[in-house]
């Protein structure tokens, strides 16, 4: 069974980066066929999908966040990272890593991590 | 972008109740719709994909059914572990979620 399990610091200022790292288990993120994701959640709205990135490097980007968003991975240790820069209040949420992969039109999301809540404030 | 808009937001309900959640896309997405459960601390569960596809050991009073713009999910029996909030996703275009539908106890 794969488990994802973010991590990072849960209280981060405005105008600086929020970076938090996804661990995955049971699994290899230089698998093939599978999109290794970040969607957020801010408090009382509904999921927001951030982006993807494959295990070959390539990464597609919600247009709303693309000119703030990186995603990498690191193979190494089984991992990929989030970084959100200028961060404001408005980006204060849960954050979720999951597996995701190609159902015929686009992806769906099999494998979730818990989250982890990211709080932007002074 | 495609926009997705559930109702009921909150739903009050009793064990043993049949539920029903409607998710509506603002264009024809066919049948490019995932459900997924989202419970406090515990990683989202995937219910069902393409509309209708009952996720690898998901219960089977879960069902889900719909096309193009209008989606239901129905718990046919609500049992105490299915108190949780609901979220429809489009992936027609991109991937988009509708705002959720907490299932609450009546």
């Known amino acids: 069974q794969v488990q994802l399990q973010e991590s990072g610091p849960g209280l981060v200022k405005p105008s600086e980066t929020l970076s938090l790292t996804c661990t995955v288990s049971?699994?290899?993120?230089?698998?093939?066929?599978?999109?290794w994701s970040w969607i957020r959640q801010p408090p009382g709205k509904g999921l927001e999908w951030i982006g993807y990135?494959?295990?070959?490097?390539?990464?597609n980007y919600n247009p709303s966040l693309k000119s703030r968003v990186t995603i990498s991975v690191d193979t190494s240790r089984n991992q990929f990272s989030l970084r959100l820069n200028s961060v404001t209040a408005a980006d204060t949420a849960m954050f979720y890593c999951?597996?995701?992969?190609?159902?015929?039109?686009?992806?769906?999301?099999?494998?979730w991590g818990q989250g982890t809540l990211v709080t932007v404030s002074s | 972008d495609i926009q997705m808009t559930q109702s009921p937001s909150t739903l009050s309900a009793s064990v043993g109740d049949r539920v029903t959640i409607t998710c509506r896309a603002s264009q024809s997405i066919s049948r490019w719709l995932a459900w997924y459960q989202l419970k406090p601390g515990k990683a989202p569960k995937l219910l069902i994909y393409q509309a209708s596809n009952l996720e690898r050991g998901v219960p089977s009073r879960f069902s889900g059914s719909g096309s193009g713009p209008e989606f239901t999910l129905t718990i046919s029996s609500l049992q105490p572990d299915d108190f949780a909030t609901y979220y429809c996703q489009q992936y027609r275009s991109y991937w988009t979620f509708g705002q959720g539908t907490k299932v609450e106890i009546k």
């Open positions: 049971g699994g290899s993120v230089s698998s093939g066929s599978y999109y």
């Open positions: 990135i494959y295990y070959s490097g390539s990464t």
């Open positions: 999951a597996r995701a992969h190609y159902d015929s039109s686009g992806l769906i999301f099999q494998y």
